[in-house]
């Protein structure tokens, strides 16, 4: 039975790359690092950017010193020359995300810390988020960045379908949440779309590994 999964498995991996089409968007900010913040009750638009005002973090507290915030932007796959034909996909295969990221807020040295990005506008999301690793080095009060990425899909374990849903059911549009410790100063996203297979398509395919596995178990047997 392990045999038959993985040769299944196999098959399909093969399978995958026939219509797989590139979509890339992405989001800039108009400065890497704000130079002026506002008040904590008020958002702060920074290029593709809308960083959240987050009145309830307490006195002192600012709207774009990359602490204790949450950034909002939408990836625009529509702008795609290529995007009609990966709707007619209808699943994703791999979801590539990077970002570049800037934060002054430092927990043991680390950060950012805790944070999470995720596809969201704000009632509907797809899960799970990515929780990033405390990736950059520095000292509290002094800016660090870096950049980051990671496969939406086969790392973060989203599913490729429901992404494309997410996608295609705002128009190519995709909304995109951060938070909440870190300023954003470029975000990217990479899908590689392609059909999932027809049940036929299954059917061929379990067809044309049967003898291959009847040959697998005479020759254990
Ligand atoms: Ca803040
Ligand atoms: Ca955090």
New binding site residues.
């Given amino acids: 039975m392990k045999t038959t999964t993985a040769l299944t498995l196999l098959a399909l991996t093969a399978a995958l790359p026939a219509g797989a089409v590139t979509l890339t968007a992405s989001a800039l900010s108009s400065q890497p690092i704000p130079s002026v913040?506002v008040d904590?009750t008020q958002n702060l638009q920074n290029g593709d950017f809308l960083?959240l005002a987050?009145p309830s973090?307490g006195p002192g507290?600012?709207?774009?010193?990359?602490?204790?915030?949450t950034t909002r932007w939408t990836f625009d796959f529509a702008a795609d020359p290529d995007y009609a034909a990966a709707l007619a996909d209808g699943h994703i295969v791999s979801a590539r995300l990077t970002m570049r990221l800037s934060t002054q807020f430092f927990v043991d040295r680390v950060g950012p810390w805790t944070d999470i990005a995720y596809p969201s506008d704000g009632v509907n999301s797809v899960f799970p988020g990515f929780l990033i690793p405390e990736f950059l080095t520095g000292t509290p009060g002094v800016w660090q960045t870096g950049t980051i990425s990671t496969d939406l899909v086969n790392d973060v374990g989203m599913n490729g379908t429901e992404l494309f849903a997410f996608m295609a059911s705002r128009g190519g549009q995709m909304p995109f949440l951060y938070g909440d410790d870190a300023v954003l100063g470029f975000a990217q996203l990479e899908l590689v779309t392609a059909p999932v297979p027809e049940p036929a398509s299954w059917l061929l395919l379990a067809g044309g590994l049967l003898p291959l596995l009847r040959r697998v178990r005479q020759n254990v047997t």
């Avoid at 507290?61 to 204790?68: I, S, Y």
């Fill in positions: 913040t904590a960083i987050n973090a507290h600012v709207t774009g010193d990359g602490v204790d915030e």
